[in-house]
């Protein structure tokens, strides 16, 4: 069974640009969600979507935004990027994103200039 | 809000001793707790759990205990190989994961030397 597949897994950007990272679940997955790994703030939920629905949204700006689609792949976008979205976005898939195990993809690092 | 503290290293020990990693959590109603760990280059990926209290969680020797009087669930192994240095995680799922997030300590980096 294949595992969480993200793209692209590593990425650099210049400030004010923007990104889109995708994320492909598990198959039979509906549960998608995002989190921002960094060296000082650790992880940090972005948000999870279940059946192209977000259903929770972490505390980060409105430049962060997520879509899932109808076959559960997911993707995440963050524009006018700053220097402090340096970091490793790891999208994680469940069967419904309740208590049960959440099962990690190895991230995309994005480096921004 | 929930909130996870755990000790964050690093942790550095030879292979064969005992580890114990102590992780405390902050929460309004009654969390899951999860354990995960990160090896290098890798994501996460889930080490044991427990959903209520005095629950045991235990997998590949580590075990963790589900303490509701002392708001803790502290790792430990009796035998480290080098093959466990890694990254790992305290985290909890608030009530029962109907907010569909984890909250995670800031981890912590274990070294086990031959």
């Known amino acids: 069974k294949a595992g969480v597949t993200q793209t692209p897994r590593y990425l650099i950007k210049t400030r004010g640009q923007q990104v889109t990272l995708s994320c492909s679940p598990i198959?039979?997955?509906?549960?998608v969600s995002w989190y921002q790994q960094t060296p000082g703030q650790g992880l940090q939920f972005l948000f999870e979507?279940?059946?192209?629905?977000?259903?929770n949204k972490g505390n980060f700006p409105g430049r962060f935004s997520g879509r899932q689609f109808s076959n559960s792949r997911s993707e995440m976008n963050v524009s006018t990027l700053e220097l402090g979205d340096s970091a490793l976005y790891l999208c994680?898939?469940?069967?419904?994103?309740?208590?049960?195990?959440?099962?990690f993809g190895e991230g995309s690092r994005l480096t921004v200039l | 809000g929930d909130s996870v503290t755990q000790m964050e290293g690093p942790v550095t020990l030879s292979e064969e001793a005992f580890l114990t990693i102590n992780c405390t959590y902050t929460?309004?109603?009654?969390?899951?707790l999860f354990w995960y760990v990160q090896y290098p280059g890798e994501g996460l990926q889930l080490l044991l759990k427990?959903?209520?209290?005095?629950d045991k969680g235990s997998n590949k020797g580590f075990e963790a205990t589900y303490r509701k009087e002392t708001t803790s669930f502290h790792l430990e192994k009796g035998s480290v190989q080098v093959s466990d240095s890694a990254v790992y995680f305290c985290a909890l799922s608030e009530g029962g994961g109907s907010n569909y997030k984890l909250t995670f300590g800031k981890g912590t980096l274990l070294t086990v030397n031959p």
């Open positions: 979507y279940f059946s192209e629905t977000q259903r």
């Open positions: 929460a309004t109603g009654y969390p899951s």
């Open positions: 198959s039979g997955h509906r549960s």
């Open positions: 994680a898939s469940s069967l419904d994103g309740g208590a049960g195990e959440l099962f």
């Open positions: 427990a959903t209520k209290a005095d």
